[in-house]
């Protein structure tokens, strides 16, 4: 070896290192090789070193963290270095390179990983294959149960859907009886005053609904349970609706202008200027000219009137 080629290597090492700005010990940190060694290297001391195949591994590590080519200036310096074995020198580097070794350990612990759960992956499949198989089997043969209990049933109904067509004319028949026979809402006047009259509503809702409108201006109360519900002014363009409470067994009416204003309770007309609001009540011909004619005489003077529910 040339003592010249020794110092243009630890040189060139040296320089580059300065000129990245770094220090003995900022390249130890980074390399992992002790500062010692990194003098010895600059110094070409390569007897200090631990062993022959160091020296390639620790300047190519040197090289490389100062950004020089570490494989070409092996080669460059390749006589001034201490011959190794090939195989040799490449097992070293790799067992004595702290982050080689933990590199290489990650692999490995991959590799056995992933061993281990192939056949963990493996088994799930075929566990998850035979849950389906098993399912669709079961859905199948459950589908085919129903099928086959819809057809009994069907063999059971035919017989006797003649039986059943004659109970469902009857039933429907007696339905349309009592809804025929469904009593509607009445009404019918009890007194009369001077100053009003009494009238009784048959059938009423439970909550009996009030719509209230005019032909012109009038002024009216509603009174239920003793308390006012509503009083106010109606004209031609305006209503009011409203709901009694169930416990109402009756409302008043006071009327400002009872001619022109109009009621209806739970969407029926209550037409409280006649005597009678249906022709349900019953009562002679006699009878009914008179009240007829008692009313109309009276009309014009209503200003209360009660409707009793029953």
Do not use: C
């Amino acid at each position: 070896m040339s003592d010249n080629s020794k110092i243009t290597l630890g040189k060139t090492l040296k320089d580059a290192r300065i000129a990245k700005g770094f220090t003995l010990d900022d390249l130890q940190q980074a390399t992992k090789i002790q500062k010692r060694y990194l003098i010895a290297i600059e110094d070409q001391n390569f007897d200090e070193l631990p062993g022959d195949f160091y020296v390639r591994a620790f300047i190519k590590q040197y090289a490389d963290m100062v950004d020089l080519d570490g494989a070409e200036l092996l080669k460059q310096f390749d006589s001034a270095l201490p011959s190794t074995q090939t195989q040799e020198y490449v097992d070293k580097v790799n067992e004595n390179n702290p982050e080689t070794r933990s590199q290489q350990r990650q692999v490995d612990e991959r590799y056995v990983k992933l061993r281990r759960t192939i056949p963990i992956v493996g088994i799930v499949v075929v566990v998850l294959v035979v849950l389906v198989g098993i399912w669709v089997a079961a859905s199948r043969n459950g589908g085919s149960s129903t099928k086959n209990n819809v057809d009994s049933s069907s063999v059971s109904v035919s017989g006797s859907s003649s039986s059943a067509k004659s109970s469902s004319s009857s039933s429907k028949k007696s339905s349309s009886k009592k809804s025929s026979s469904k009593k509607t809402a009445s009404f019918k006047q009890l007194s009369t005053t001077s100053s009003g009259s009494t009238w009784e509503m048959k059938n009423a809702a439970s909550k009996p609904k009030i719509s209230l409108s005019a032909t012109g201006s009038a002024w009216l109360s509603v009174t239920a349970n003793g308390s006012t519900v509503w009083q106010g002014t109606l004209s031609s363009s305006t209503t009011h609706s409203l709901t009694l409470p169930s416990s109402a067994t009756s409302v008043t009416f006071k009327f400002g202008n009872a001619p022109a204003t109009k009621v209806k309770v739970d969407g029926k007309s209550f037409d409280f200027t006649s005597t009678t609001a249906t022709s349900s009540a019953s009562s002679s011909s006699s009878s009914a000219t008179t009240t007829t004619s008692s009313s109309s005489s009276t009309t014009s003077q209503v200003q209360s009137v009660i409707l009793e529910f029953k």
